[in-house]
C-alpha cells in the first residue's frame, strides 16, 4: 500500500510537469490578453498529430521532430491571434474571444477528423516502451525525459519574462496594458507573440502527450482543455507558479485516487477545484484582481 | 424624468405583440401543415433547444455570467425522469407528468451549485461551470442509479406512429411560450434591471444597493428549473438518457451560440438562434454523413457572427433600422424644403412640431444605436 501511494506521487508528479507546461502556456496567454484559449486543449492534440506524422512518414525522431512543430505552433498560435482575436472589441470581448477560440477548435477538430478519422492512435519511440529502475521502481524514459524537457520549457519561458527586454514588456502589459502603450510598448506585438509562445508550448505538450496517453484521437482535446482550465483556475489565473503548483496537485491527486477508483479519478481532478475555490475563490495564488469585474 | 425614454426603451420587447401572436399562430399550426415525421422531429428539437437558449439568457444574457454548464441541469431533467419514469413503473402520457419534478430537481440542485459558482467572476466563473459539467457527466457515468455507461431506456409511449411527435411538439412549444414569457417579464421588471445593473457593474450595483448574490442565485436557480424541463422532456422524446448525451458539452456551447447569434439579453434572440442553427445543424447532418463538415462548418458560423455580427442579429438589425428611419426622415424633411434636421443631436431644440416630432424620433434612434 505504502509502495502504491509512493508510486502514485512520483507518477504525478512526473505526469504533472507535462501538464504544467501546456498549462503555464494558457496562462500566460491569458494574463497579456485577459482572454482564455479554448483552443488549447485541440492545439495540443494538433501538436501530438504534427509529432505523429513527421514519425510515422519522414521517420524524425520525436524530440527531433519538436525543432519543427515548435515554430509551426508559434505561427499558427500569432495567426490566430492576428486573425480572430485582434479585431475583438467591446463589453463582451471576454465573452466572444472564449468564443471566437471555441470556433476555431472546433474548426481544427473537424480538420483533424477529415485527414486523421477517429481512430486512437499512440506516437512510438524505443524511449517510450522501454524502462529504467529508478526511485526504487521502473519507470518508462519517456516520463524521465518529457518531465526534464517540460521543466527546461518552463526555465526558458521564465527566463525570458524576467531577463529580457521583450519579457520586461509582456509583464508591464500584464499589468496594466493602458499605462504599457503610454511607455511605447507595442501592445499588439506583444499581444501577437505571447499568444505565439503559449501555442508553440503545444508543441512540446502535444508530443509528451501523444506519447504517455496510451492514444489519442481527434477528440481528446476536450478533456485536456477541461484539465488545463481547472489547474489555471486553481493556480490562480495569470500566475505561472500557481499554475505549476496546480499541475502538480491535481495530477498528483488524480494518481493517488486511481489507486482506489479509476472512475472516480477524474472527478477528483474537478472535485479539488471546487472545493479549493469555495475557500479561496481566487485560486491558489490568485490575486484579487482576478474577480474584478 | 428625462431618464423615462431610455427606460422605456430597455423594457419594451424586441418585437410587437402583434408580431408575437402572429409567429405563435404559426407554431402551433406547424405540425398540421407539415406531418412528415424527418420535418416535425426537428422542429421538436428545435423547440427543445429555443427554450433552453431562452432559459439560458435568462441568467446568463442578463447578468452577463456566461455559464458553460448548462447541461448540467439538462441532464439533470433527463435523469430524473428518467429514474423515475423507472421506479413508479410509469407509461404513456402520464410520464409527462414528472416534468415539473424534473424542474424541481434541477433547480434544487442550481441553489448548491450557485452559491459556489457566483461567489467568482468572468472567467473564473466560466471555469467553474465547465467543471461542474464534467463532474456531472462523470458522476452519471459512474453511478448504478443512472445506468452507467449504458445509460436509461424510456417508456416506450403508445399513441399512433402518425402523429407520435405531436404531443412533444406541443409540450415543448407551451414550454418555449412560458420560458419566453418569463423572460420578457423579468426583463420589465425590477428583478431585470437589478440582473442588467449586475451586468454592467456588479460593484457599483451592489454598492447602490442590489443584493447581488440573491438576485444572481433566483436567475440562475429560475434557467436551471427551465433547462431541467426541457431535458426531461428530450429525454422521453429521444427515448434514451446517456451520460454523453445528457450531459452534452455540444449542448452547452449550442444554447450559447444560439443566443449570441440572435443578440445576447434580448427577448426574442435565443429563438431567432434557435431557429436558424438548430434545423441547419441537423440539416446538415442528415445531408452529410461525415461529422466533420458540419463542425468546421459550425465552426465558421461561430466566426463569422463573432466577427461580423458580434452583438447578435436583432441588436445590429435593430441598428440599422433606426438608422435607415432617421435618414428617411431627413430625406422627407430636405424635400419639404426645410432646414436639415440636426440628427444625432437629441437636445437640440427644432423650431417647427413636425421638425420636433422628427428630431425627437432621429434622438431616439441615436440612443438605441449606442452601443
Not at chain 1, 482575436?85 to 477529415?114: C, D, H, N, W
Not at chain 2, 412549444?173 to 440582473?195: E, P, Y
Not at chain 2, 448574490?213 to 427551465?226: D, G, Q
Not at chain 2, 433606426?322 to 437636445?347: E, H, I, S, T, Y
Request: charged share 10%.
Amino acid at each position: 500500500m505504502g509502495r502504491q501511494i509512493y508510486e502514485a506521487i512520483v507518477d504525478g508528479i512526473l505526469g504533472g510537469g507535462v501538464y504544467a507546461l501546456m498549462a503555464v502556456g494558457l496562462t500566460l496567454i491569458f494574463g497579456v490578453l485577459d482572454i482564455i484559449n479554448i483552443a488549447q486543449g485541440i492545439l495540443v492534440v494538433l501538436g501530438a498529430y504534427l509529432s505523429y506524422v513527421l514519425s510515422v512518414h519522414l521517420h524524425i525522431d520525436l524530440f527531433v521532430g519538436l525543432l519543427i512543430t515548435v515554430p509551426v505552433m508559434f505561427v499558427i498560435g500569432v495567426a490566430i491571434q492576428v486573425l480572430f482575436i485582434r479585431p475583438l472589441r467591446g463589453r463582451e470581448r471576454t465573452s466572444m474571444s472564449l468564443l471566437a477560440t471555441f470556433a476555431v477548435a472546433l474548426i481544427i477538430e473537424g480538420i483533424l477528423y477529415r485527414f486523421f478519422g477517429p481512430d486512437f492512435v499512440t506516437l512510438k519511440a524505443s524511449y517510450i516502451t522501454s524502462s529504467v529502475y529508478v526511485f526504487g521502481f521502473y519507470l518508462p524514459y519517456i516520463y524521465l525525459y518529457g518531465f526534464a524537457l517540460a521543466v527546461a520549457c518552463v526555465a526558458a519561458i521564465y527566463l525570458i519574462l524576467y531577463r529580457t527586454r521583450f519579457g520586461r514588456s509582456v509583464r508591464a502589459t500584464m499589468q496594466d496594458q493602458m499605462a504599457a502603450r503610454l511607455i511605447g510598448i507595442d501592445v499588439n506585438r506583444v499581444a501577437a507573440v505571447t499568444f505565439g509562445i503559449g501555442v508553440a508550448v503545444t508543441a512540446v505538450g502535444g508530443m509528451m502527450f501523444g506519447a504517455t496517453s496510451g492514444g489519442f484521437n481527434p477528440n481528446s482535446g476536450y478533456d485536456l482543455i477541461s484539465r488545463l482550465l481547472a489547474i489555471i483556475i486553481l493556480g490562480g489565473l495569470g500566475s505561472i507558479g500557481g499554475a505549476l503548483a496546480a499541475a502538480l496537485v491535481m495530477t498528483t491527486a488524480e494518481s493517488l485516487v486511481d489507486i482506489w477508483s479509476p472512475d472516480w479519478a477524474v472527478v477528483v481532478f474537478y472535485l479539488v477545484l471546487v472545493l479549493v475555490l469555495v475557500f479561496r475563490p481566487a485560486g491558489l495564488f490568485g490575486q484579487r484582481a482576478a474577480r474584478a469585474q | 424624468m428625462s431618464e423615462a425614454p431610455r427606460w422605456r426603451h430597455l423594457a419594451e420587447p424586441a418585437w410587437r405583440p402583434g408580431g408575437a401572436l402572429v409567429v405563435l399562430a404559426f407554431f402551433a399550426v406547424f405540425p398540421l401543415v407539415f406531418t412528415n415525421a424527418t420535418v416535425t422531429t426537428i422542429a421538436v428539437d428545435t423547440l427543445i433547444f429555443a427554450a433552453s437558449a431562452v432559459a439560458w439568457n435568462i441568467f446568463s444574457g442578463y447578468s452577463g455570467y456566461i455559464s458553460l454548464g448548462q447541461a448540467v441541469f439538462f441532464g439533470t431533467g433527463a435523469y430524473t425522469v428518467a429514474i423515475a419514469a423507472r421506479a413508479w413503473h410509469l407509461t404513456g402520457e402520464t410520464v409527462f407528468a414528472l416534468l415539473p419534478l424534473a424542474g424541481a430537481l434541477a433547480g434544487l440542485l442550481a441553489v448548491p451549485l450557485g452559491l459556489i459558482a457566483l461567489r467568482v467572476r468572468r472567467h473564473t466563473f466560466v471555469v467553474i461551470t465547465i467543471a461542474y459539467f464534467f463532474i456531472a457527466q462523470l458522476t452519471a457515468t459512474n453511478l448504478s442509479v443512472t445506468g452507467g455507461s449504458s445509460g436509461i431506456l424510456a417508456p416506450s409511449p403508445n399513441w399512433a406512429p402518425e402523429t407520435f411527435n405531436n404531443p412533444f411538439y406541443y409540450i415543448a412549444l407551451a414550454l418555449l411560450v412560458v420560458t419566453t414569457a418569463a423572460s420578457w417579464l423579468i426583463r420589465r421588471s425590477r428583478f431585470g434591471l437589478q440582473l442588467r445593473a449586475i451586468r454592467d457593474d456588479e460593484d457599483r450595483a451592489a454598492g447602490l444597493g442590489v443584493r447581488a448574490m440573491p438576485v444572481k442565485l433566483t436567475a440562475f436557480v429560475i434557467s436551471a428549473f427551465a433547462t431541467g424541463i426541457a431535458g426531461g422532456l428530450w429525454f422521453y422524446f429521444i427515448g434514451q438518457a446517456l451520460p454523453q448525451f445528457a450531459f452534452d458539452p455540444f449542448f452547452d456551447l449550442s444554447v450559447v451560440v444560439m443566443a449570441f447569434l440572435g443578440g445576447l439579453g434580448t427577448i426574442a434572440g435565443p429563438i431567432l438562434g434557435a431557429l436558424i442553427i438548430e434545423p441547419g445543424q441537423q440539416w446538415l447532418t442528415l445531408q452529410y454523413t461525415n461529422e466533420y463538415l458540419s463542425e468546421i462548418l459550425l465552426g465558421i458560423l461561430f466566426l463569422v457572427v463573432i466577427l461580423f455580427l458580434p452583438r447578435g442579429i436583432i441588436p445590429t438589425g435593430a441598428e440599422l433600422i433606426a438608422k435607415f428611419r432617421a435618414r428617411l426622415r431627413q430625406r422627407r424633411a430636405d424635400a419639404a424644403g426645410r432646414p436639415p434636421v440636426p440628427g444625432p443631436a437629441p437636445g437640440s431644440a427644432p423650431t417647427g412640431t413636425e421638425a420636433g416630432t422628427a428630431g425627437s424620433e432621429a434622438g431616439t434612434a441615436t440612443r438605441e444605436a449606442r452601443p
